[in-house]
């Protein structure tokens, strides 16, 4: 690839696109703002592009436009037939590309240096073996991992944790021998050096993600993210491309916050979690409830007439949700207890879900109004004036073991004051599961929680047909 003269104006347009990726994530940080913040994404990228093909010699216009009109083409037919609750095996299925374009990229500049300028006589200059070799061997491990995350997440693979022998062991051997050949590729670029570093990344990226159980999936999804942040900022600086260094830094960096955010809403070791599910072993355990404990059974008829005689409602969403596809029918459920002059609220933990604001996308493709969702720190202070909290398919969020049961597996990850609420209504399958955490919920056999044991979408259009009546 040869460069022409770098001109002021190149810069200023990649400074440009920059600031437009900034704003980016910020728009992206409130669902309010998203629409926003993806139009500066779009427009700082476009800029971006178009920047970088005309200041360089990559390929002839008719091979650009005919990528741009397939790559193009395949997303568009992807984004509109995609169902909103298959959005978080979408976004890993996308990570892995991201991993698996940095891998290729790596290859090319390795396969032939003189055209990316980073060669004298074949001989390729040793910093740029060192961003080669990282960046092969981040963009292996994020196609991998995120391989394993979109058919964990999927149902296509088991969502509990895969425990190998001495699996910290292999990680760490593993993760060393790429660090130690990415070195001596500094030394020695023979193609046996930079096929191993390659094969062992893929390798490592399988490992990694397996034995993170399903509990864990939203701090793998952002993780994920930052790994391919981190591989496109690497071939950045193997391409020489500035506008490539700001935006893989910038999603680098936001990822890697965003996990370790993630990690402190779960009382989850961020170095755990990105070792390979240390603590799996706790979190795998259970899968059924440890007692049998009287508890209380109800209608669809019963939820209707608490729900219309309420004052306030407060409704918590989870992950049984989105398997239900319920996000619409509970939108028209809170319009009709609306009508009926009940205020109405929705609380969104940070981890419900499968990936990181999960629900957020589900309830805003359900058209339910921002004003009307509420983060944790923000509406757990309404649960004591609260006439019926409505639980649908989330569990763990509202398990009261994180507050008081040291040794439970989620003991200090903050959870929804449920209890406090008058009367509970608790949306389940049936009485045999537990949450991911594997865990018993108090909630379940406490005297003002009502079990509504149904498919979610199912029990909640028989309360909406009980409320029209």
Request: proline share 4%; hydrophobic share 50%; charged share 15%.
């Amino acid at each position: 690839m040869e460069h022409v003269t770098v001109s002021p104006w190149v810069a200023l347009a990649y400074l440009i696109s920059g600031v437009l990726f900034i704003l980016a994530l910020r728009g992206l940080s409130s669902p309010a703002s998203s629409r926003a913040g993806n139009r500066f994404g779009m427009i700082g990228m476009t800029i971006a592009v178009v920047t970088t093909l005309v200041t360089h010699e990559i390929a002839s216009l008719p091979e650009i436009v005919g990528a741009l009109v397939i790559g193009g083409g395949v997303g568009w037919v992807i984004a509109r037939r995609i169902a909103m609750t298959d959005m978080p095996q979408l976004v890993a299925a996308f990570h892995s590309l991201v991993g698996l374009a940095a891998v290729l990229v790596g290859w090319a500049a390795y396969l032939n240096p003189e055209a990316f300028g980073i060669a004298t006589a074949g001989v390729i200059e040793p910093q740029s073996r060192v961003e080669m070799g990282l960046g092969i061997a981040i963009g292996a491990i994020t196609f991998s991992g995120s391989i394993i995350a979109f058919l964990k997440l999927a149902g296509k693979m088991s969502g509990a944790p895969i425990l190998l022998p001495a699996r910290h062991v292999i990680n760490l051997g593993t993760l060393v021998a790429i660090l130690g050949l990415v070195a001596y590729f500094t030394q020695d670029q023979s193609l046996w050096v930079i096929g191993l570093v390659t094969a062992l990344s893929f390798l490592i990226g399988f490992l990694l993600i397996i034995p993170i159980g399903g509990a864990d999936m939203p701090v793998v999804v952002s993780m994920l993210n930052s790994y391919s942040g981190w591989a496109a900022a690497a071939m950045g600086f193997t391409l020489h491309n500035t506008a490539m260094i700001i935006t893989g830094a910038l999603v680098g960096s936001s990822g890697a916050i965003l996990s370790y955010i993630m990690c402190k809403a779960m009382n989850r070791g961020f170095l755990s979690v990105i070792a390979g599910g240390f603590g799996a072993e706790a979190a795998a355990g259970g899968g059924a409830a440890k007692e049998q404990r009287p508890w209380k059974r109800g209608s669809a008829e019963d939820a209707a007439f608490l729900l219309k005689e309420a004052e306030n409602v407060i409704i918590i969403p989870g992950y049984g949700m989105a398997v239900a596809q319920a996000q619409h029918v509970l939108r028209e459920m809170g319009d009709q207890l609306k009508k009926e002059g009940v205020n109405v609220k929705y609380a969104i933990h940070p981890v419900a879900g499968r990936m990181p604001g999960h629900m957020n996308v589900l309830l805003a493709e359900a058209n339910v109004p921002y004003d009307e969702v509420f983060e944790l720190e923000d509406i757990q202070g309404d649960f004591a004036q609260c006439d019926v909290a409505f639980i649908i398919g989330a569990n763990d969020v509202v398990n009261p073991a994180a507050k008081t049961d040291k040794s439970s597996p989620i003991y200090g990850m903050p959870v929804f004051d449920v209890d406090k609420a008058k009367t509970i209504m608790f949306i389940k399958r049936s009485m045999g599961g537990v949450g991911y955490a594997g865990v018993d919920n108090d909630v379940f056999y406490m005297d003002q929680t009502m079990m509504l044991l149904a498919d979610a979408k199912k029990m909640v259009e028989d309360i909406v047909k009980a409320l029209a009546h």
